[in-house]
């Protein structure tokens, strides 16, 4: 294990989006620098970054600048190509790690992983082709989802099959990607867990958090979710035994639909997640300050509950109930600075403190 | 009253100290953009603003520029040289207003001012020269303090009198700048109030903290403060009567001594202050975003106290002891990212969490 990363050090951030963004400015509580690695112009995480390269992830002699100006770098998004990871890793430290991030990069690698650990999945199977459907859907049969392997999120990139007629529209949504079938689970609620592990070792589990989506996109977290006690401790174990397993450094977000059988892992993802922004105001320490903390080196922070909250992603026009949401006693706002409000956007969020 | 500023707008920023960064990074969680105006480069606030200008506060193309770039200006001191300000206040708002700054630049106008409103002062006396030292000691008595009128802060530009015979030295010791005589306060402990008032003329003060000084600097502050529930009010009123005299827009940090008298005023910052800085564990919105807020033009947020809180000022070598409090729990650590550590400087803050 290195030597913690000493206040006043730069952290290399891939991704400058709202996630970005939020570790920028926890990093900047430690006294750490940040530099910003992101393809589009102006993006959110640079207004609060000492430095922000432009530049694409094939630009090589960008990247190797970048990894050349920082003492360790992490990312806000797992869909890093490989090759931009080979440059990076040559130079400096990725936290967190390429195992992590080669599992969470196909749906496919994901569930054998979490099988393997002994885990359980939605039913699944590979479908490299129509044919492999026909037959998947005669085991896992219908409704389920047919999702591509790699680069899907937010509900894109998965088409629903009510029955076996949906199948050659469903085949054609996936314009030839790699695919996976997943059958439908029966759950009465999803809840996540943010887990962080330190380089040495340690692990950290905030109180899990119970998401409702609309659109496929999440739309509020409550904490806490209604779990027994029981199956509280089974979801911060298991989300444990999956860093464990990865030597993982940082913070991951594991989501779990609860199930009359118990706990089955939906997805997890190698970096601060949506489901975790509760933390800002229900926590000492947050999730995005418990990353950087792993990342550098630091011992986990205080990630105890001091107060019941209920996150609301702001999506699109959701900005317009700005005005009011700023004079709502025990709410608090976080807006990304995005320019440009569209259908779908995350804008924002509102922590609502329930007292 | 202007309507509010759009999340998007940008906020000047006087100043790139620590207040300066933590009110960039309330701004950022609002979705505003921040330019920092300050003349020593690489300035703590710089790390997590969209822009900084490096300049001396007598370059007038530069004020300019950074004034036509903002929608509205603050600061986080509040020594602005009026030369400076004409210039700016001639091409965007400033919050807080001239008339606050006025007061708050010179002792004795402050201390004539509190007086005005029918608050409690220390006695004090206005020291033009030696002749005056020696009338006004003979009212006021010793041990008393002798301060510059101006651009004094922690403890810098006093000279304390212990007799009549400290006379000489403490004239010398102002270097002939025009002073002040402040007689003794005997006083049990010394509290301060965090006040904030929006355009609208809404008031919202937090809890009353605490303050224990060390060699002229602030220590800690605790919160709650050990204050009758009547002085509660007397304190958080009193701020109320300043602010709304003022027509004040922003947070202004009232440093009060309790007496068995009452509540005496010892000084007014019209910014965000040292001893509001628990506010951000302690609060869902902090004194940064209610100034930001305010500033802007925004209602004032939840400035409840959720958590009680003992912050401390971490300063010179207290960052020897970071890598311990990095690992205590119920600890938050706030550090400033200056780079070198020099004795009496004041390089981040922690607010432990009372449970």
């Known amino acids: 294990m290195t030597d913690p990363l000493p206040t006043g050090a730069t952290i290399g951030i891939l991704g400058?989006?709202?996630?970005?963004?939020?570790?920028?400015?926890?990093?900047?509580?430690?006294?750490?620098?940040?530099?910003?690695?992101?393809?589009?112009?102006?993006?959110?995480?640079?207004?609060?970054?000492?430095?922000?390269?432009?530049?694409?992830?094939?630009?090589?002699?960008?990247?190797?600048?970048?990894?050349?100006?920082?003492?360790?770098?992490?990312?806000?998004?797992?869909?890093?190509?490989?090759?931009?990871?080979?440059?990076?890793?040559?130079?400096?430290?990725?936290?967190?790690?390429?195992?992590?991030?080669?599992?969470?990069?196909?749906?496919?690698?994901?569930?054998?992983?979490?099988?393997?650990?002994?885990?359980?999945?939605?039913?699944?199977?590979?479908?490299?082709?129509?044919?492999?459907?026909?037959?998947?859907?005669?085991?896992?049969?219908?409704?389920?989802?047919?999702?591509?392997?790699?680069?899907?999120?937010?509900?894109?990139?998965?088409?629903?099959?009510?029955?076996?007629?949906?199948?050659?529209?469903?085949?054609?949504?996936?314009?030839?990607?790699?695919?996976?079938?997943?059958?439908?689970?029966?759950?009465?609620?999803?809840?996540?867990?943010?887990?962080?592990?330190?380089?040495?070792?340690?692990?950290?589990c905030y109180d899990p958090g119970e998401n409702i989506h609309r659109d496929g996109i999440l739309h509020t977290t409550t904490v806490p979710a209604r779990l027994s006690a029981s199956l509280r401790t089974d979801a911060v174990l298991l989300a444990a035994r999956?860093?464990?397993?990865?030597?993982?450094?940082?913070?991951?977000?594991?989501?779990?639909?609860?199930?009359?059988s118990g706990l089955i892992v939906n997805e997890v993802a190698p970096r601060v997640h949506n489901s975790g922004h509760w933390t800002q105001n229900g926590c000492a320490v947050d999730q995005f300050e418990q990353h950087i903390r792993a990342v550098a080196g630091w011992p986990l922070g205080d990630g105890q509950r001091h107060s019941d909250v209920v996150m609301e992603n702001l999506i699109g026009d959701d900005m317009d109930r700005v005005p009011d949401l700023a004079a709502t006693r025990d709410t608090a706002l976080h807006l990304y600075g995005k320019a440009d409000v569209k259908p779908g956007r995350k804008m924002g969020h509102v922590n609502r403190i329930v007292r």
């Open 16 to 204: 400058g989006g709202q996630l970005g963004r939020m570790l920028s400015v926890a990093a900047a509580r430690l006294g750490f620098k940040t530099h910003i690695y992101e393809p589009g112009a102006n993006p959110p995480a640079a207004d609060v970054a000492h430095a922000c390269t432009t530049a694409a992830y094939d630009d090589a002699a960008a990247l190797t600048a970048f990894a050349q100006s920082v003492n360790v770098i992490t990312y806000e998004f797992e869909n890093i190509p490989t090759a931009a990871l080979d440059i990076l890793e040559a130079l400096k430290p990725i936290h967190p790690n390429r195992e992590a991030l080669r599992i969470s990069q196909d749906r496919l690698t994901e569930k054998d992983f979490l099988t393997g650990l002994g885990l359980q999945t939605a039913p699944y199977a590979d479908i490299p082709d129509a044919d492999a459907l026909t037959a998947a859907l005669g085991t896992i049969g219908t409704p389920a989802i047919l999702k591509t392997r790699r680069f899907g999120y937010d509900g894109k990139g998965q088409a629903r099959l009510m029955s076996d007629a949906d199948a050659p529209q469903a085949i054609t949504d996936m314009a030839g990607a790699p695919a996976l079938l997943e059958g439908f689970v029966d759950f009465s609620i999803e809840v996540s867990v943010i887990a962080a592990r330190s380089a040495s070792g340690d692990v950290a």
């Open 242 to 260: 999956i860093l464990n397993a990865l030597d993982y450094v940082g913070v991951m977000g594991v989501e779990l639909f609860v199930t009359p």
